[in-house]
């Protein structure tokens, strides 16, 4: 898939990129991209919510509380936060299936589809999803 602006990244995208970790080639350049031509790259706030669930079950390990690191995060220029209405959680209900369970995956797709994201991801269930038409994605 073509590299495309209107970046939406999942959590664990977010995580990796935030961490510095090495992203797939397609993903990099899109980011890249997208930060080159001041075109923001928008986070879910279920991100928050999701690394805090990482940290509180010790999954990961963080030196700065996940309040502040989101805080932290989302006060970067080129970080926009999407907005998260009643609208976009109740199609995160009724999204077209087969799709797993997963609610804060829903909710990142539904998100996706409500503002005609590109969802940068590393879930295979994400991407086996964007495969069968019912989002955009690009592997990280």
């Known amino acids: ?17 935030v961490e510095g970790r ?54 970067q220029p080129q970080i926009a936060l999407a907005g998260l209405s009643p609208a976009i959680l109740t199609d995160a209900s009724f999204l077209p299936e ?6 804060a995956d829903r909710i990142i797709i539904a998100t996706a589809r409500a503002y005609d994201l590109t969802l940068v991801t590393h879930d295979r269930a994400i991407l086996d999803y964007a495969r069968s038409g019912h989002v955009r994605a690009l592997a990280c």
């Open 98 to 103: 087969p799709l797993h369970g997963d609610p």
């Open 22 to 75: 090495s992203l797939q080639p397609g993903a990099e350049r899109a980011i890249n991209l997208a930060s080159a031509a001041g075109e923001p790259i928008y986070v879910s706030p279920i991100s928050a919510w999701e690394r805090g669930m990482l940290v509180a079950k010790g999954r990961i390990t963080s030196r700065i509380p996940p309040k502040l690191w989101f805080e932290q995060v989302v006060s």
């Open 1 to 17: 898939m073509a590299p495309q602006s209107n970046l939406l990244l999942d959590t664990h995208a977010l995580i990796w990129t």
